[in-house]
Nanobody
């Protein structure tokens, strides 16, 4: 069984930054792609960024140049550094591994 726990969400003004963290349990973490998804009110859950086990990353067009995904296989953790945040980034952010999901962390961008 894999368990994922996100943290780091909160309220931030437009243009601000936040860093999300996801701690994963289980021994299968290091060899698999991890991802961050988000779900805004009334919308579907969509991919934000993902990173392979060897560190190759790709991003949704809407966050390219503003968000950076990284991982620490030794700590079973994946991170999402978010900068130049916009109001449209407001959503619940979820960590994903295979078919496992965390409980989500709320990110609100508002003045």
């Amino acid at each position: 069984q894999v368990q994922l726990a996100e943290s780091g969400g909160g309220l931030v003004q437009p243009g601000g930054s936040l860093r999300l963290s996801c701690a994963a349990s289980g021994k299968i973490f290091s060899g698999l792609t991890m991802g961050w998804f988000r779900q805004a009110p009334g919308k579907e859950r969509v991919l934000v960024a993902r990173i392979t086990s060897d560190g190759r990353a790709d991003y949704a067009d809407s966050v390219k140049g503003r968000f950076t995904i990284s991982r620490d296989n030794g700590k079973n953790a994946v991170y999402l550094q978010m900068s130049s945040l916009k109001t449209e980034d407001t959503a619940i952010y979820y960590c994903n591994l295979l078919n496992f999901w965390g409980q989500g962390t709320q990110v609100t961008v508002s003045s």
